[in-house]
């Protein structure tokens, strides 16, 4: 079954902010286009943070997702750094799990959250429990 990419977006970003709004964030969505998906108002009084959302993968034991969009006709890969605050990850193999993931904390290119312990020693793991949204 072919799934257009545009739908699979907006699912992702429909479970991104139900799990948010449940965890008692105040969601916001902005009015024409932008760089991030959503914002929220952060429950710690530091303000409104953005959230760019992201369809995570299963791959050896983590959750892998872009970290960069890619213009359609040049190619060209524009990372988030600078533009938003989080990535607002969910993977649909883990059913409603959501990841609130700081966007400096990641790549440039992509993001990764362990779910299984590394065979290999690795330098910096990422726990995905860590950035669960609760």
């Known amino acids: 079954m072919y799934v257009n990419s545009s739908d699979v977006g907006t699912r992702t970003e429909a479970v991104i902010l139900s799990a948010l709004a449940k965890a008692g964030y105040t969601v916001l969505m902005p009015f024409g286009p932008a760089r991030y998906d959503l914002a929220i108002d952060s429950r710690d009084g530091n303000g ?7 369809t995570g ?5 983590c959750i892998v997702w872009m970290t960069c969009s890619q213009h359609q006709v ?6 988030y750094r600078g533009q938003v605050d989080y990535f607002g990850v ?7 799990q959501v990841y609130l993931m700081p966007v400096n904390d990641v790549g440039i ?5 362990r779910l299984d312990p590394a ?3 690795q330098p910096t ?10």
Request: charged content about 35%; glycine content about 4%; aromatic content about 6%.
């Open 125 to 134: 793991i990422r726990w995905a429990k860590d950035y669960l949204v609760t």
């Open 119 to 121: 065979k290999k020693l």
């Open 57 to 61: 993968r299963l791959r050896a034991g």
């Open 74 to 79: 040049t190619h060209v890969r524009t990372d």
């Open 90 to 96: 969910w993977c649909p193999d883990l059913a409603e």
């Open 48 to 54: 409104i943070k953005t959230v760019q959302c992201k």
């Open 109 to 113: 290119r992509e993001g990764i959250l």
